[in-house]
């Protein structure tokens, strides 16, 4: 990091190829603290998500500290949400939360100011937004939160290692939106989730299987590409401390879809061993996957991947598939069009209508309007699909 100068910090620099989530947009003045630099020189972030509930099962009150008027403040009014002790809490589908509602204008969009054009440099100085600055946090600094922890419990913060801005080919490093729609389900159905064996399919950062790891006895979180592993395993070793009430344990591993087989090399880092192999197989009952689709030869990859490990499985297994449909204008269709997700769409209904005397998979799209336990904006591009997936008899 000492290669980075303070101009560089100042102001970022993205290339034309560069793509970039945009969860963070709701912490605007919040600074980012970067942790290091990775493998090919990009910086590596680390931030704290917050989780809108006590996720602390062992608590004798659930929600301590807190009145009821502080609660329906918080969750709102509309479905309800069953809690461990089967009580009910009403929750809504935008979260009143502070510092959101200012960035927003009286229609509910984002409220961007811009600087005019023929505005002198004192009048646009005051128009222009708070920058950002991105701090470095040096090793040993571990109360770098402490501020930020001062408002919530222990056991209700996610740390997470990312980056900001990559190449398309890396943007497993980033946190996107349909990993937190993905998250905010496993929440609320928790349940459901409870001493399952999971395996997650490009997991990335890996948030989704450490929400999921809260609740599941084993998951699988796989991807590919030592160096994104690596971050992954990283952020698992972060969040260990949400894992041990329940005991659940989350392996990272390499699973690269263009490839038949597992990787069960001992030199390769990731690799699997036979007994995880057949604990896959013997006891995996649900896979997901998140915000993996936007290349069609890796979407038709994956689906490849999905049926021969739900093919091998001994159990039927339930498939959950969250999306962001994004819109693009394209030269070709001189139109706005999601080609991506038009993909998407064609090979989940190939899989629906697979007649090969040996699987059956049925498909049906989960309505959006559940509780939100993590702060971003849930727009209505972004989807969440089942499919359940069995041997024909």
């Known amino acids: 990091m000492g290669d980075i100068t303070e101009k560089e910090m ?27 630099l990775n493998a ?8 704290c998500f917050k989780l809108l509930w006590n996720t602390d099962d062992q608590a004798s009150e659930k929600y301590r500290g807190e009145t009821t008027t502080e609660r329906e403040h918080q969750y709102g009014r509309g479905d309800e949400l069953p809690n461990e002790d089967g009580m009910n809490l009403k929750c809504e589908k935008e979260l009143n939360t502070e510092g959101i509602e200012a960035l927003l204008d009286e229609d509910g969009d984002l409220e961007v100011v811009r600087r005019p054009q023929s505005a002198s440099d004192s009048e646009a100085e005051d128009l222009m937004r708070d920058r950002v600055y991105p701090v470095i946090l040096m090793k040993g600094k571990a109360n770098a939160f402490e501020d930020e922890e001062q408002e919530c419990t222990y056991s209700s913060v996610i740390k997470i290692e990312h980056t900001m801005a990559t190449p398309l080919e ?34 990335g950062t890996g948030i989704a299987s450490i929400i999921m790891g809260m609740v599941a006895k084993r998951v699988y979180c796989t991807d590919v590409g030592e160096d994104l592993l690596a971050m992954c395993e990283q952020n698992v070793a972060l969040n260990k401390h949400l894992m041990e009430p329940g005991g659940g344990e989350i392996k990272v591993k390499e699973l690269d879809w263009l490839k038949d087989e597992f ?10 061993s036979e007994e995880e192999i057949a604990d896959l197989h013997d006891n995996c009952t649900v896979i997901m996957a998140a915000d993996v689709f936007y290349d069609d ?15 091998n499985l001994k159990h039927s297994c339930t ?24 993909h998407f769409r064609s090979t989940l209904n190939d899989l629906e209508n697979l007649h090969d005397g040996k699987m059956k998979y049925s498909v049906e799209p989960i309505k959006a309007d559940f509780c ?15 499919i359940v997936a069995g041997q024909q008899t």
């Open 10 to 36: 100042d102001s970022g620099t993205f290339k034309s190829d560069a793509v970039l989530s945009d969860v963070h947009l709701h912490c605007p003045n919040k600074s980012h603290l970067m942790v290091r």
């Open 297 to 311: 030869d890796l979407t038709d990859a994956l689906f490849r991947t999905l049926y021969r490990i739900t093919h």
């Open 319 to 342: 498939v959950f598939l969250a999306i962001e449909k994004r819109l693009n204008f394209t030269l070709r269709h001189m139109d706005v069009t999601c080609e991506a997700y038009s």
């Open 372 to 386: 939100q336990f993590l702060i971003y904006e849930r727009i209505e591009q972004l989807e969440l699909w089942k």
């Open 263 to 272: 990787c069960t090399d001992p030199e390769t880092p990731y690799s699997w």
């Open 40 to 47: 090919v020189g990009q910086p590596v972030f680390l931030s």
């Open 170 to 203: 890396d943007a497993g490093k980033q946190v996107w939106r349909a990993a937190f729609l993905l998250a905010d389900y496993i929440l609320f159905k928790r349940d459901v989730f409870r001493n399952c064996t999971v395996l997650e399919l490009g997991g």
